[in-house]
């Protein structure tokens, strides 16, 4: 089993940032996909970034596109998500998700193991 917790949400201004983290735990694969997903009231879970085994392989959401960075560190099993310029629509429970693919991929269903989430309010 694998346990993911997250942290760093909060309430920013808009064009503020924040940097959230996720700390996988338990036994995961020697290689695996770690990805960020979002969100917002009455709407679809959807992909923000993703990031592949060893961090060579990148993918983000175009909404985030030069405003986002995801990373790792695979030999502490941590996963991070350093979102600058925030924008009100960037507001939803932002989840943390481990595949054990190594292999990069932005489908949902391919996530087996997801974190609790974290809030990420961005005000006016």
């Known amino acids: 089993q694998v346990q993911l917790v997250e942290s760093g949400g909060g309430l920013v201004q808009d064009g503020g940032s924040l940097r959230l983290s996720c700390a996988a735990s338990?036994?995961?694969?020697?290689?695996?996909?770690m990805a960020w997903f979002r969100q917002a009231p009455g709407m679809e879970r959807e992909i923000v970034a993703a990031?592949?085994?060893?961090?060579?392989?990148?993918y983000y959401a175009d909404s985030v596109k030069g405003r986002f960075t995801i990373s790792r560190d695979s030999a502490k099993k941590m996963a991070y998500l350093q979102m600058d310029s925030l924008k009100p629509e960037d507001t939803a429970v932002y989840y943390c998700?481990?595949?054990?693919?190594?292999?990069?991929?932005?489908?949902?269903?391919?996530?087996?193991?997801w974190g609790q989430g974290t809030q990420v309010t961005v005000s006016t």
């Open positions: 998700a481990l595949s054990l693919s190594g292999i990069l991929t932005v489908h949902r269903s391919r996530y087996s193991y």
């Open positions: 338990g036994r995961t694969s020697s290689s695996y996909t």
């Open positions: 990031i592949g085994d060893r961090g060579g392989t990148t």
